[in-house]
């Protein structure tokens, strides 16, 4: 039995990870893994942090899915989207503000965080636009003199547009999983959305860290919530 | 027969009527020239189309947008400040390639489930995708026999 997993970073595992502890720790106590076990299932589990509902949706797309018993997508906040950038210029202006709230908040991992940064070789790639803090806003493409996103959302995004992308997007998962014939469990971390999900993760019940992701015990609870509408 | 069209410029023009009186068919049309392929896909949704014999859609240059401005959805070349600089520095044909597929795989695999044949049309010559199943440029002369050659040979009972 095999397992895909697709979301943003509930389903990654962000909260998981105790200082000093590797990424393996994280996905050994992520819901996924719970889930995988229980079921004595190979789990994959393809979210990443920050993506939007674009990206999730793009992601499962591009997955073989014959190859999957059972697939479950979460959802997140309608507002994020992602581009393809082709420049660098993203990148580049990311790293800088990244390292400046490094060398302001986190001190002692900035040379670690600047030797890493330092060394990554830019490819094209899609980049996540997340309205909510202006680090994971910032695209670097500059519109008389500000930041290019800050007026997309000030001019273009409105709630009826988020609110028509989830609907969209999850009826072309829901139906494309429901043709192939495919078991599959589609979640939201969006507490206000009216999508007829199979289950709202964000509506209080689980437990939740200081950054608003599930904590392992929230991440066993959302495994049990979701093997019992299997 | 009861045939469901919905597109842009060339669906919205003459080929409806025409395909439709050829098979004697009642049709409902919600294609408009300003449409996007967004704005396809959400119509189509919205409209919920079932009980259709067959659905004809065409999707237009995947690099038209739209977007909401309070009150209705509108052209995205209408903010022309913010659009200008999108599709000079931002936009590129990737992103216009998985807009779309999401849109075409959305159409063909809703269609799919409730039972309607369809035929899925781009008039984007610069395409790239093999999911379409007419890709129809303006070279195309007779557009109203390839649509319906199309149907006679791959489906019509």
């Known amino acids: 039995m095999k397992l895909f997993f697709v979301g943003d970073s509930w389903t990654w595992g962000d909260g998981l990870r105790k200082p000093h502890e590797k990424k393996d720790k994280i996905y050994e106590k992520r819901f996924s893994t719970i889930i995988g076990k229980k079921l004595g299932a190979e789990v994959v589990n393809e979210a990443i942090c920050g993506l939007s509902n674009h990206a999730i949706t793009r992601i499962l797309l591009e997955q073989d899915l014959d190859q999957y018993d059972c697939i479950f997508v979460q959802f997140t906040y309608p507002a994020r989207t992602e581009f393809f950038d082709v420049t660098g210029i993203p990148h580049n202006a990311r790293k800088i ?56 959302y000030e001019e273009i995004y409105h709630d009826e547009m988020g609110r028509v992308d989830e609907m969209l997007l999850y009826n072309l998962i829901k139906t494309k999983l429901t043709l192939l014939n495919k078991k599959h469990v589609i979640t939201t971390i969006f507490p206000r959305s009216s999508l007829p999900v199979d289950l709202n993760l964000n509506k209080g019940k689980y437990q939740l860290d200081a950054t608003n992701h599930p904590t392992h015990f929230g991440h066993i609870m959302i495994a049990r919530d979701i093997i019992d509408l299997l | 027969m009861k045939i469901f069209f919905n597109g842009s410029t060339l669906i919205s023009g003459e080929l409806h ?80 390639a998985c807009d779309e597929n999401f849109a075409v795989e959305a159409l063909r695999d809703y269609f799919t489930i409730n039972n309607t044949d369809s035929i899925i049309i781009s008039t984007d010559e610069n395409t790239k995708s093999t999911k379409f199943d007419l890709v129809i440029t303006q070279k195309d002369k007779n557009v109203f026999e390839m649509v319906k050659n199309y149907y006679e040979t791959f489906l019509r009972r």
């Open chain 1, 97 to 152: 503000t990244t390292l400046k709230h490094m060398k302001k908040h986190i001190p002692s991992k900035y040379e670690n965080c600047k030797r890493k940064l330092d060394s990554e070789v830019f490819t094209s790639r899609w980049q996540n636009i997340l309205p909510h803090f202006f680090r994971w806003m910032e695209s670097g493409f500059i519109l008389d003199g500000r930041e290019f996103y800050e007026q997309w």
């Open chain 2, 17 to 96: 009527e025409s395909f439709a009186n050829e098979y004697n068919a009642e049709f409902l049309n919600l294609a408009d020239p300003k449409y996007c392929n967004h704005a396809i896909w959400r119509t189509t949704l919205e409209e919920s189309p079932v009980n259709y014999d067959l659905a004809i859609i065409e999707f237009t240059k995947a690099s038209k947008m739209e977007y909401y401005d309070g009150k209705e959805w509108v052209d995205f070349i209408e903010n022309e400040r913010i659009s200008k600089y999108w599709y000079e520095n931002i936009y590129t044909e990737e992103f216009g």
